[in-house]
């Protein structure tokens, strides 16, 4: 005869931290801890992804949000880049000859906004300068002398015809851009009415001495175009000759200083050249310098040559660290932007705005990935800009005709950037499966454990790490049996009497949850209490269901007893999942049996209400049926199982062993205890199976059996293999500890049909057979009877068919005589 499994005593219950492992008074005795607790195995990882500098080995930090990932990685890059030296710094700058093309200069660490410095500081050069240089009086005269040589050359032209037309009696008269003529009598011009006076033989004379004039005119006059090319070409090199004697002081120092660098001192020479033609166009035209003003022209001068800075970096600032929380193609990338003048959108160099991309160049890039592939387009970009080694500014939607203003095509800066990807689990094998280019471009895997080990050093580095909260959080000193209730909490978290929750997240806010109570209570030091009392409260916050799902229960509205025995119904154990909040439910669970080849039903699967899982585990409860008990005769029975007054989806298949202990209950008619109530996933050999969230299911059935009074035989049955999993809360421990509520571990489905049944399960002797009056005797006679019954409907189903068959037999045999009979009369027809 077996022994009927003990309950688990209150030792068990719960892992308490040791006296030894905290030997501090307060957390102002120890220093805090700065970093990451735990984790060894990502700290190797993010160490072996920022050493290595080949191609492909970006970083993909893998883990839970909340267990310092984000945090982590920060401050270690971080660390890391401040020992390396600072990359160069990139600058956008004019290209004089093709303006929708703007090139990039590159610059040593703080370079770029020297350079800058300096071409504001020619900026203020040229604004004194000029146009100071074209009113000085040897500039003016010289050009005087010029203007007037021209001006002589068209006098002595035009006095020469107009002492022709004095001698032949035409007066001439000239204007600054024209010359007439018109008749001339006693050495006075004529009034029209007067010249209409004179004679036929006047007239005709007055216009054959203008023909002869004009064309004299135009003899003089045609080497006007000549003279006046030669002016301008003499003013242009006065005015060119100007620029240089006032520019070499201005730029000299700049040439001088960027001689040995190539593309800076061909950069100064266009602008050089450019200046040329600007200042000339813009300050020697009298009309557009007096149409700009001092502003202006400054402006004018900053559009065309001032560098627009991409990137810089401070001279000893170490390698970039850059965080993106918002990744766009435009915050990633960059842009050009447009602005309006006149209702047009125009554009230039200057509008260029750098991306996240520029200021990680050279250093890190961290980025969310789950934000990153809400974008398909951002996640192709960037992979083609870590191949290419490039960065391009474009419109995202160029390509699909979508942008049709005109704009730049920045010059392509080379790429130099380690990315690190943050992001759950399912992301990462989500881009392992779909995108091959994945594992060829993120090598490194960084994952973050969702728990750590219990031990006294990680329990003494855990009280340092709230220690480095507190201080910065600026909280107040928790004592020791505070720090001792925050680890007992994080291995609840972690549903692990040996570990504790990675997940520091929700520490850190039940610790803040402490500290305002203990404010609230005008105490000191935060305690053990003030964590209790911040759980309960939280709990209070959001139990508004469990309370409701318990008071039905407790008013009858929802079926479900704690005390008793009933056939074919026993109390199974759920949890429920509310937003950031789960809590156990208990459940009545039913069987029927009858005779019959339709097998085990499930209601809820029928229903399509019972998920995957949860099917399965039913389905398995046919095997184990048919292995244990059916091995001499077919199993033939009709079942159906359901979880009564449930009306959503069920998953998971913790349930398997209650329908099991339930189905057997209604097979054998034999009473189950209705004061236990039972989890536990089977196998097909009735081993039982460990199950999630063994610490809700068991407070959930407690909290229905305190509320209705516990009577001291109360309690629930769960795996063996989740003993190490039960951090249960201090009300149930003590109700163990005084013998009000019971916490059983079982390992096999017999060991909890003896618990509900209070009868041996029986054990088989070696021709397989199981003692009279035990549970698996009657379970397989009463499944030999319900075979048995099933041969007998077969047997009598057989006797029907025989006889119909016989009396088909006969009837044709009857009819095959009537032929014959009737076939000689057709014949005689």
Same mark, same amino acid.
């Given at each position: 005869?077996?022994?009927?499994?003990?309950?688990?005593?209150?030792?068990?219950?719960? %892992?308490?931290?040791?006296?030894?492992? @905290?030997?501090?008074?307060?957390?102002?005795?120890?220093?805090?801890?700065?970093?990451?607790?735990?984790?060894?195995?990502?700290?190797?990882?993010?160490?072996?992804?920022?050493?290595?500098?080949?191609?492909?080995?970006?970083?993909?930090?893998?883990?839970?949000?909340?267990?310092?990932?984000?945090?982590?990685?920060?401050?270690?890059?971080?660390?890391?880049?401040?020992?390396?030296?600072?990359?160069?710094?990139?600058?956008?700058?004019?290209?004089?000859?093709?303006?929708?093309?703007?090139?990039?200069?590159?610059?040593?660490?703080?370079?770029?906004?020297?350079?800058?410095?300096?071409?504001?500081?020619?900026?203020?050069?040229?604004?004194?300068?000029?146009? =100071?240089?074209?009113?000085?009086?040897?500039?003016?005269?010289?050009?005087?002398?010029?203007?007037?040589?021209?001006?002589? &050359?068209?006098?002595?032209?035009?006095?020469?015809?107009?002492?022709?037309?004095?001698?032949?009696?035409? %007066?001439?008269?000239?204007?600054?851009?024209?010359?007439?003529?018109?008749?001339?009598?006693?050495?006075?011009?004529?009034?029209?009415?007067?010249?209409?006076?004179?004679?036929?033989?006047?007239?005709?004379?007055?216009?054959?001495?203008?023909?002869?004039?004009?064309?004299?005119?135009?003899?003089?006059?045609?080497?006007?175009?000549?003279?006046?090319?030669?002016?301008?070409?003499?003013?242009?090199?006065?005015?060119?000759?100007?620029?240089?004697?006032?520019?070499?002081?201005?730029?000299?120092?700049?040439?001088?200083?960027?001689?040995?660098? %190539?593309?800076?001192?061909?950069? @100064?020479?266009?602008?050089?050249?450019?200046?040329?033609?600007?200042?000339?166009?813009?300050?020697?035209?009298?009309?557009?310098?007096?149409?700009?003003?001092?502003?202006?022209?400054?402006?004018?001068?900053?559009?065309?040559?001032?560098?627009?800075?991409?990137?810089? /970096?401070?001279?000893?600032?170490?390698?970039?660290?850059?965080?993106?929380?918002?990744?766009?193609?435009?915050?990633?990338?960059?842009?050009?932007?447009?602005?309006?003048?006149?209702?047009?959108?125009?554009?230039?160099?200057? @509008?260029?705005?750098?991306?996240?991309? /520029?200021?990680?160049?050279?250093?890190?890039?961290?980025?969310?990935?789950?934000?990153?592939?809400?974008?398909?387009?951002?996640?192709?970009?960037?992979?083609?800009? @870590?191949?290419?080694?490039?960065?391009?500014?474009?419109?995202?939607?160029?390509?699909?005709?979508?942008?049709?203003?005109?704009?730049?095509?920045?010059?392509?800066?080379?790429?130099?950037?380690?990315?690190?990807?943050?992001?759950?689990?399912?992301?990462?094998?989500?881009?392992?499966?779909?995108?091959?280019?994945?594992?060829?471009?993120?090598?490194?895997?960084?994952?973050?454990?969702?728990?750590?080990?219990?031990?006294?050093?990680?329990?003494?580095?855990?009280?340092?790490?709230?220690?480095?909260?507190?201080?910065?959080?600026?909280?107040?000193?928790?004592?020791?049996?505070?720090?001792?209730?925050?680890?007992?909490?994080?291995?609840?978290?972690?549903? /692990?009497?040996?570990?504790?929750?990675?997940?520091?997240?929700?520490?850190?806010?039940?610790?803040?949850?402490?500290?305002?109570?203990? #404010?609230?209570?005008?105490?000191?030091?935060?305690?053990?209490?003030?964590?209790?009392?911040?759980?309960?409260?939280?709990? /209070?916050?959001?139990?508004?269901?469990?309370?409701?799902?318990?008071?039905?229960?407790?008013?009858?509205?929802?079926?479900?007893?704690?005390?008793?025995?009933?056939?074919?119904?026993?109390?199974?154990?759920?949890?429920? &999942?509310?937003?950031?909040?789960?809590?156990?439910?208990?459940?009545?669970?039913?069987?029927?049996?009858?005779?019959?080849?339709?097998?085990?039903?499930?209601?809820?699967?029928?229903?399509?209400?019972?998920?995957?899982?949860?099917?399965?585990?039913?389905?398995?409860?046919?095997?184990?049926?048919?292995?244990?008990?059916?091995?001499?005769?077919?199993?033939?029975?009709?079942?159906?199982?359901?979880?009564?007054?449930?009306?959503?989806?069920?998953?998971?298949?913790? %349930?398997?062993?209650?329908?099991?202990?339930?189905?057997?209950?209604?097979?054998?008619?034999?009473?189950?205890?209705?004061?236990? =109530?039972?989890?536990?996933?089977?196998?097909?050999?009735?081993?039982? #199976?460990?199950?999630?969230?063994?610490?809700?299911?068991?407070?959930?059935?407690?909290?229905?059996?305190?509320?209705?009074?516990?009577?001291?035989?109360?309690?629930?049955?769960?795996?063996?293999?989740?003993?190490?999993?039960?951090?249960?809360?201090?009300?149930?421990?003590?109700?163990?500890?005084?013998?009000?509520?019971?916490?059983?571990?079982?390992?096999?489905?017999?060991?909890?049909?003896?618990?509900?049944?209070?009868?041996?399960?029986?054990?088989?002797?070696?021709?397989?057979?199981?003692?009279?009056?035990?549970?698996?005797?009657?379970?397989?006679?009463?499944?030999?009877?319900?075979?048995?019954?099933?041969?007998?409907?077969?047997?009598?189903?057989?006797?029907?068919?025989?006889?119909?068959?016989?009396?088909?037999?006969?009837?044709?045999?009857?009819?095959?005589?009537?032929?014959?009979?009737?076939?000689?009369?057709?014949?005689?027809?």
């Amino acid at each position: 005869m077996s022994n009927m499994v003990t309950s688990l005593p209150y030792q068990a219950l719960s %892992a308490k931290v040791p006296a030894d492992h @905290l030997t501090f008074k307060t957390l102002n005795d120890i220093e805090p801890l700065s970093g990451i607790l735990g984790q060894e195995r990502a700290v190797e990882a993010i160490q072996f992804g920022v050493a290595m500098q080949r191609p492909g080995y970006n970083i993909f930090a893998m883990g839970d949000s909340g267990t310092g990932r984000s945090s982590y990685v920060l401050s270690y890059l971080k660390s890391e880049a401040k020992r390396r030296t600072a990359p160069n710094e990139w600058a956008y700058i004019n290209n004089f000859t093709e303006s929708h093309r703007p090139k990039a200069l590159e610059f040593s660490p703080g370079q770029a906004s020297e350079f800058e410095k300096e071409i504001r500081a020619l900026i203020d050069g040229l604004m004194v300068t000029f146009p =100071a240089a074209f009113e000085n009086p040897t500039y003016q005269q010289q050009k005087s002398v010029i203007d007037r040589a021209f001006n002589d &050359q068209y006098e002595a032209a035009i006095n020469k015809v107009e002492r022709v037309s004095g001698k032949i009696g035409v %007066a001439m008269f000239r204007d600054a851009s024209s010359v007439s003529f018109a008749p001339m009598k006693d050495g006075k011009a004529l009034e029209e009415n007067e010249f209409a006076a004179l004679t036929d033989d006047e007239r005709d004379a007055f216009q054959e001495g203008v023909s002869t004039l004009e064309g004299l005119l135009n003899e003089e006059l045609l080497g006007l175009p000549q003279w006046k090319r030669a002016t301008y070409e003499q003013i242009r090199q006065l005015n060119l000759d100007t620029v240089k004697e006032a520019l070499d002081p201005l730029m000299s120092g700049l040439f001088e200083k960027y001689k040995d660098d %190539a593309d800076i001192s061909a950069h @100064l020479k266009a602008l050089r050249d450019d200046l040329d033609k600007t200042i000339i166009d813009q300050m020697a035209d009298d009309k557009a310098s007096e149409n700009r003003d001092e502003i202006g022209r400054r402006q004018f001068y900053e559009e065309l040559y001032l560098p627009n800075i991409a990137i810089t /970096h401070e001279t000893n600032g170490g390698q970039p660290v850059v965080y993106e929380p918002h990744p766009t193609y435009r915050n990633l990338f960059g842009q050009v932007e447009h602005s309006s003048d006149q209702g047009m959108l125009v554009t230039s160099y200057r @509008l260029i705005r750098s991306g996240s991309l /520029h200021a990680a160049n050279g250093g890190y890039l961290i980025l969310d990935a789950e934000k990153l592939l809400t974008d398909h387009y951002l996640w192709e970009a960037l992979k083609r800009a @870590l191949k290419s080694k490039t960065i391009k500014i474009e419109h995202p939607y160029a390509d699909m005709g979508l942008m049709n203003t005109t704009t730049l095509s920045p010059q392509d800066l080379p790429l130099q950037v380690k990315v690190v990807l943050i992001g759950a689990r399912d992301i990462y094998y989500l881009l392992q499966d779909a995108d091959p280019d994945f594992q060829e471009m993120f090598r490194v895997l960084v994952d973050f454990d969702d728990t750590l080990k219990r031990s006294k050093d990680s329990e003494l580095s855990f009280a340092r790490l709230m220690k480095d909260r507190v201080d910065k959080e600026e909280y107040a000193n928790v004592t020791r049996d505070g720090v001792a209730a925050l680890i007992e909490y994080s291995s609840r978290l972690a549903e /692990h009497q040996r570990e504790m929750a990675a997940k520091i997240g929700d520490v850190f806010e039940l610790l803040g949850e402490a500290d305002f109570v203990r #404010q609230m209570a005008k105490d000191s030091e935060i305690t053990a209490d003030h964590i209790s009392r911040a759980l309960k409260a939280k709990k /209070h916050r959001t139990g508004r269901v469990s309370e409701k799902i318990i008071e039905e229960i407790i008013e009858g509205t929802v079926l479900l007893e704690s005390d008793g025995y009933a056939v074919g119904k026993i109390n199974g154990l759920t949890v429920m &999942q509310i937003g950031d909040s789960s809590f156990g439910a208990p459940a009545r669970i039913s069987t029927t049996v009858y005779p019959g080849g339709k097998g085990i039903i499930d209601i809820e699967r029928e229903s399509n209400l019972g998920q995957n899982i949860h099917s399965k585990g039913v389905l398995i409860l046919s095997g184990y049926l048919g292995n244990k008990y059916a091995q001499r005769f077919p199993l033939d029975i009709s079942a159906s199982i359901a979880m009564e007054q449930s009306y959503g989806y069920i998953d998971g298949d913790s %349930a398997s062993t209650a329908e099991l202990c339930c189905l057997l209950s209604a097979l054998i008619q034999v009473p189950l205890r209705q004061d236990l =109530a039972i989890t536990g996933s089977l196998n097909q050999y009735g081993e039982i #199976q460990a199950i999630g969230g063994v610490n809700e299911k068991i407070e959930g059935f407690f909290n229905v059996c305190n509320a209705r009074g516990l009577t001291g035989t109360q309690g629930v049955i769960i795996p063996k293999s989740n003993a190490v999993n039960l951090m249960l809360s201090d009300e149930i421990v003590d109700a163990v500890q005084a013998g009000m509520f019971h916490v059983y571990a079982i390992s096999t489905a017999d060991e909890a049909l003896h618990l509900l049944t209070g009868i041996e399960p029986g054990i088989a002797d070696e021709e397989g057979e199981y003692p009279e009056g035990s549970v698996s005797a009657r379970v397989i006679e009463r499944l030999e009877e319900i075979s048995k019954l099933g041969e007998e409907e077969e047997d009598e189903d057989e006797d029907d068919d025989s006889e119909e068959e016989s009396n088909e037999s006969s009837k044709k045999d009857k009819d095959k005589k009537s032929e014959k009979v009737k076939k000689p009369e057709k014949d005689k027809k």
